[in-house]
C-alpha cells in the first residue's frame, strides 16, 4: 500500500515539474528570455516563486539548446530576526554560483515611512536599485525574477481598479536607464502548481512577514475574486490571460497607442460593431498534453 501511495505521488509530482519545466519553456521561446551566452542573475527572496524559478532553471539549463550561466542573488535587508544562514546553506548544497548582498534598507524604510503605514513601495524601490547595480558588478547579462501568472493578473487588475491603466508586469522588460533586460520565466505557471512544486521539493522558506508590514490588502482582495472565479468558472483565468497575449488597440480607446483620428478603410478586424463576441473555451493546463516541446528546451 505504501508502495502504490508513493508511486502515484512520484507520478504526479514528475507530471507537475513536467508541465511546469513546459510552461517556462514556452515563455522563454515566445519572450527570447534566454540567449547563448547569457548571465543570468536569478533573484533569490527565500520564498516558494523564486525557489522553483531557480530550480527549474537549472533543471533546463541542462538540456537547454544555449549555454547560460546562472548565478543566485539574495539580498538581505537586514530585518531583525532575518534567517541569514539559510540561503547560503541551501544554496552551497546544491552547488550553484551565488552573492549574498547586504544592505540595511530596513532602518531606511523604518526612517522614512510612519508607523501602520505600508513599506512596501519605498522597499520595492531600493531594492531594485541594489539589485540593478549588483548585476552590473556580477556583468549579468539578465536579471531574473520569479513572478508568476496569478501575479500578473493581480497586478492587472489592480491597476484598472485603483491606477486606471491597462498595465500589468510584462515577462521581459528594459530598465529604465537601458541597461538592464528583466525576464519572468515563470509567467505562464499557475501559483498553485508552484506551491505544490515547492512542497514536494520542501525549499527551506523563509517568511515575508519579517519587517512586520501587512501584505497589501488590495491585492489580496484582487487575489481572492481571482480564486473565487477560478472555483467558480473554470477556465475564466486561462481566458483572462489569453487576453493578456492577444490585444486589439483599435478595439480599445487609447488614441497615441491607435490612430483613431486618421481611419483608412484598410483597417484589421475592422467594423466588428455589431459581431457577437468570440467566445472560446480554454482548458485548464491540467489537462494539455505534458510530452507537448518547445522551441527552448525538449523535454522528453
Not at 64 to 79: G, H, R, T, W
Not at 185 to 199: C, R
Not at 232 to 257: C, T, W
Request: hydrophobic letters at 35%.
Amino acid at each position: 500500500m505504501a508502495t502504490s501511495l508513493e508511486a502515484k505521488q512520484k507520478y504526479n509530482f514528475n507530471k507537475l515539474q513536467k508541465r511546469i519545466r513546459r510552461q517556462v519553456g514556452q515563455a522563454i521561446a515566445d519572450f527570447n528570455m534566454i540567449e547563448d551566452g547569457d548571465r543570468i542573475m536569478v533573484c533569490l527572496s527565500g520564498g516558494k516563486d523564486s525557489y522553483t524559478m531557480l530550480d527549474i532553471l537549472m533543471s533546463l539549463q541542462k538540456s537547454a539548446p544555449v549555454s547560460f550561466e546562472l548565478i543566485a542573488v539574495n539580498l538581505d535587508q537586514k530585518q531583525p530576526g532575518f534567517p541569514d544562514h539559510i540561503l547560503p546553506e541551501y544554496l552551497a548544497s546544491i552547488g550553484v554560483e551565488h552573492k549574498i548582498v547586504t544592505e540595511d534598507t530596513y532602518s531606511i524604510v523604518k526612517e522614512k515611512i510612519p508607523e501602520g503605514k505600508t513599506t512596501c513601495s519605498l522597499c520595492s524601490r531600493l531594492r531594485r536599485g541594489i539589485l540593478y547595480r549588483t548585476a552590473k558588478e556580477l556583468n549579468a547579462t539578465k536579471i531574473a525574477l520569479g513572478h508568476h501568472r496569478d501575479d500578473i493578473l493581480e497586478t492587472l487588475f489592480l491597476n484598472m481598479f485603483h491606477g486606471g491603466k491597462l498595465k500589468s508586469m510584462p515577462p521581459k522588460l528594459q530598465s529604465d536607464n537601458n541597461e538592464h533586460i528583466v525576464i519572468r520565466p515563470l509567467a505562464y505557471a499557475k501559483e498553485k502548481d508552484i506551491i505544490k512544486y515547492s512542497d514536494a521539493k520542501e525549499f527551506p522558506i523563509i517568511p515575508c512577514n519579517l519587517c512586520g508590514s501587512q501584505e497589501n490588502l488590495q491585492r489580496k482582495h484582487i487575489k481572492q475574486m481571482l480564486n473565487d472565479w477560478d472555483k467558480q468558472y473554470p477556465g475564466r483565468i486561462e481566458s483572462m490571460f489569453n487576453a493578456v497575449k492577444n490585444v486589439v488597440p483599435s478595439h480599445l480607446a487609447d488614441n497615441q497607442l491607435f490612430d483613431f483620428a486618421n481611419l483608412s478603410q484598410d483597417v484589421t478586424d475592422g467594423d466588428t460593431a455589431f459581431d457577437a463576441p468570440e467566445i472560446e473555451q480554454f482548458s485548464s493546463p491540467d489537462t494539455e498534453d505534458e510530452n507537448q516541446t518547445v522551441q527552448f528546451v525538449e523535454l522528453n
